[in-house]
């Protein structure tokens, strides 16, 4: 998979308004995370959880000499288990201006918006961008039939943002495939599937 730089995702990101929009999309790419991880409501079509943070749920930290802000974050495919994001303010610009706007919510969500609210928003910001899905095959076990999908450019989303923070995490912070699934939300029964997004996702950005 080829994905945009980070460098241009992040300051499309920092360029987007309104400003709940704005922190919202920071959120979900610091978390890895998916996009009913940050979202207070749902539709009533909608087939998956709110579980996005209330303003409660950040703090300030001291972790070796390094001052770190603490976001906890409830995992959408796990029922809502908590994993804390930890982002040092040293080396994360985006850490202490998100820390602030949770402040301003106390007990309320910090995003009280839905998804389609969202991706609107994020098809506008992230306009004229794609990636490339490598080929890959879809079993259809009724028909006991394999299907080849060809390799083909796909329009850069909010998903995609969850990629993109997995490669930086490896590439730049020299994650393991442990400590991506961790960060990222994945069982580590399956940190199988952490080596398999680290081999299909941070080639094209080290290249």
Not at 55 to 75: K, M, P, Q, S, W
Not at 102 to 118: A, E, I, K, M, N
């Amino acid at each position: 998979m080829s994905l945009p730089s980070v460098s241009e995702i992040r300051d499309r990101i920092s360029k987007v308004e309104p400003e709940p929009i704005r922190y919202a999309l920071e959120a979900i790419y610091l978390y890895a995370g998916r996009v009913s991880e940050v979202i207070g409501h749902v539709v009533p079509s909608d087939q998956t959880h709110a579980r996005g943070p209330k303003g409660t749920d950040a703090r300030i930290d001291e972790v070796d000499g390094h001052e770190v802000v603490l976001f906890n974050c409830y995992t959408a495919k796990r029922d809502g288990l908590l994993r804390i994001i930890a982002l040092p303010i040293d080396y994360e610009p985006w850490a202490k201006p998100l820390f602030n706007y949770y402040l301003h919510f106390g007990p309320s969500h910090v995003f009280p918006f839905d998804r389609q609210t969202l991706w609107k928003s994020a098809r506008d910001a992230f306009n004229g961008l794609t990636y490339q899905i490598e080929k890959y095959a879809v079993v259809d076990s009724a028909l006991q039939k394999r299907y080849e999908i060809p390799r083909h450019d796909k329009p850069f989303a909010l998903h995609a943002l969850r990629h993109l923070r997995a490669s930086e995490l490896v590439s730049f912070y020299h994650f393991n495939a442990e400590q991506l699934a961790a960060y990222a939300g994945w069982k580590f029964s399956t940190v199988t599937r952490a080596t398999s997004v680290m081999d299909r996702y941070v080639g094209s950005l080290l290249a």
